[in-house]
Every structure is written in C-alpha cells, then in structure tokens.
C-alpha cells in the first residue's frame, strides 16, 4: 500500500507531438475532403497539399520502421553486438555502413531503427555510420536515382556516401574513446565464448510464439517511434510552411554549380524536411536543371547532417547534446569538401 506522503508520477503530456499530430492530420483531412475551403486561400492551399503529399510519402517508411523496432526489441543485445561486430572497431563501423547501405527504408524510419540499435549497445560510430550511410541508398531509391541522373553518377553518390559514413563513424569513436563524448551506457561485454547461430538456436527453442509475443513486441515498437514520429510531423510543417511562402521557380534557379548554389542548397536541405522519397527527386532536379551534381550530392547528404529531426532524435536517445550536434560539426566540412569537387569535376 503507498503511504499518504507517496506522489505517483504522472508523465507530461508531450505537447510537440499532441500539436503536430492535430495540425498534420487537420490540413490531412481539409487537403482531402473539403479541398474548396482551402483553395480559397493560396497559402492554406498550398500548406495543406504539401502535408497531404508528404505524409502519403513517408506513411510505409514509418510503419516498416515500427515493424523492425518491434521485432528488434525481442532480439537480446548479445545477437545485435555479435551481427555489427566489436563496438570499437573499423569493422564494427564497416559492417554499420553496409547494413545501412543495404537496409531498404526511408530515412525517418532508418532513423528509428538506429535509435534501436544504440538502445541494444552499438557505439555511437557504428550509429552514425549506419544513419549516414542510409538515407536514399536502399535498392529501390537507387533504381529510381539511376533512372533520374544515370548509373555513373548514383555509384559514386553511393560510394563518396559510405565513405563519409566510414570516416565520420571512426571519428566519433575517436572522441569517445578520448572522453571528448559520452559512451554508450548501454554497452555490454560479449562473452568470449558466446556463438552466434548455437545461441540463436538456443534462444529460438525457448522463445514462445504466441499472439501476445506478437501484440507486445508491437505496442513496444508503436511506443518506441513516438520519437521520431513527433518530429517528422513538426519537419513536414515547416517544409509546408516554406512551400508555401517561398515562390517554386525562385526555389529551383538559385542553385547553381558555384559556391553560392552550393551555400543555398546546404540551407535548403537544412529547412526542408524531406524524406528519402522526397529528397531523391529534389536532388535529381538540382543536377539536371541547374548542372550542379555536386550540389545534389550535397542535398541528399546534408539533409542527414543538418536535419533538425535527427539531431533532435539523437539528442533525445543518447541523453547528450553534445553528440547530436557533433553530427553536423563533423560531417558538413566533409559534404561540402566532396560536393565542390564533384561541381569542378
């Protein structure tokens, strides 16, 4: 029994999600069931159409992220350390790129399951590396890259991507090794002994599949993505918001292969709050219409370096400020490094 004296803690409401969720789906619904109110008013019009766009977007991105969130959360940490490799190693770091590189998911929800690997005690390099690596390099995005700018180009958008991921994820463990960033608490210490396939037979055996295994993993999942979701719908807002006050053509024109383009098309990327899906054709207008590869290379890149959604996610799942914002301090000199060379090219 609790004593008089005893407060049951109430969590707060989370008054950022409860505000973009109800401002989504309100411009949601008036985009698609009442489109003659808000064509009365351009910026209405506009707004409620970009949210009713990016949210068809990004939908299957998110519900396939809380998918591998749940069946993540019944893995135990052994199995995840074991598959990515030594938490302090280059091939730890080689193995997160690659898993980004290949895992098929939009960035919000490669943005989830990252979350979910650090919780299960990756180092936050081989988190980095993953996250870098991902964004628009899943099979499907690279057919529709090469479809838009050619096979040439997309292979060396991908390799000059896994190449910023590898260094950026060894330079972050780097400064945690040099207690320059906080390690990873949840880290644990493999047994030497421990097997991966014997103990996934093992750990299989004594699992039980039932529905309630199922409805669990799943409520834990939904629970987990709470995160990610709260500022995906405050990033599309703001994308919204600019679409409709920021004139179309002016938008495409100002990006051209110089210094001054490629200056504009980092800020772009750092506004808007596009998806992989939504980036991918940006970037490809970019270099098709104003001849600046270089800038769409930067496009795609500095969206994950500069985006305000993985920042803030970073900063909510590692508790640091410091790593979050140590993102873009270490990744942007190197986009705009890369893509001012691809422009002279």
């Known amino acids: 029994m609790k ?20 401002t989504a789906i309100s411009m949601y619904i008036l985009h698609w069931q009442f489109p003659q109110i808000a064509e009365n008013y351009y910026w209405l019009n506009t707004m409620s159409d970009g949210i009713f766009e990016l949210l068809n977007t990004v939908w299957w991105g998110v519900i396939v992220g809380i998918t591998m969130l749940s069946i993540l959360s019944t893995i135990p940490k052994e199995f995840i350390i074991s598959i990515l490799g030594d938490a302090k190693g280059t ?3 080689l193995k997160a790129t690659l898993a980004g590189v290949l895992l098929d998911l939009c960035s919000h929800g ?6 979910k690997l650090y919780d299960k005690g990756i180092s936050i390099g081989q988190v980095m590396a993953f996250l870098i690596a991902s964004p628009w390099n899943s099979l499907s995005l690279t057919l529709i890259l090469i479809a838009l700018i050619g096979i040439k180009l997309t292979i060396l958008f991908i390799i000059l991507s896994a190449v910023i991921a590898i260094i950026t994820g060894i330079i972050f463990n780097l400064l945690v090794k040099r207690k320059i960033l906080p390690d990873n608490p949840n880290k644990i210490d493999m047994p ?9 037979k093992n750990s299989l055996k004594r699992t039980k ?3 309630s295994f199922f409805i669990k993993a799943l409520i834990t999942g939904i629970k987990e993505s709470k995160m990610v979701v709260k500022w995906l719908l405050f990033g599309i807002i703001l994308a919204s918001i600019v679409r ?3 004139d179309a053509d002016d938008f495409s024109s100002w990006f051209g292969p110089d210094l001054m383009g490629l200056t504009l098309t980092i800020v772009a990327a750092t506004i808007i709050e ?3 899906e939504g980036s991918t054709p940006i970037a490809a207008d970019i270099i098709n219409r104003a001849n600046a590869p270089g800038n769409g290379f930067a496009f795609l890149m500095t969206g994950v370096s500069t985006d305000y959604t993985e920042i803030m996610v970073l900063k909510e799942t590692t508790k640091s400020w410091k790593i979050s914002l140590f993102l873009p301090l270490i990744t942007l000199p190197q986009v705009i490094l890369i893509s001012y060379i691809v422009n002279i090219m």
């Open 110 to 115: 490669i943005l989830m399951i990252g979350a």
């Open 244 to 246: 409709a006050f920021v």
């Open 91 to 93: 091939v730890g770091i």
């Open 274 to 276: 596009a998806c992989s």
């Open 3 to 22: 004593s008089c004296c005893e407060k049951e803690e109430r969590k707060k409401p989370d008054y950022i999600l409860w505000f973009c969720a109800i």
């Open 209 to 211: 599949f039932s529905p």
């Open 192 to 200: 030497e002994d421990f097997k991966f396939m014997k103990e996934a």
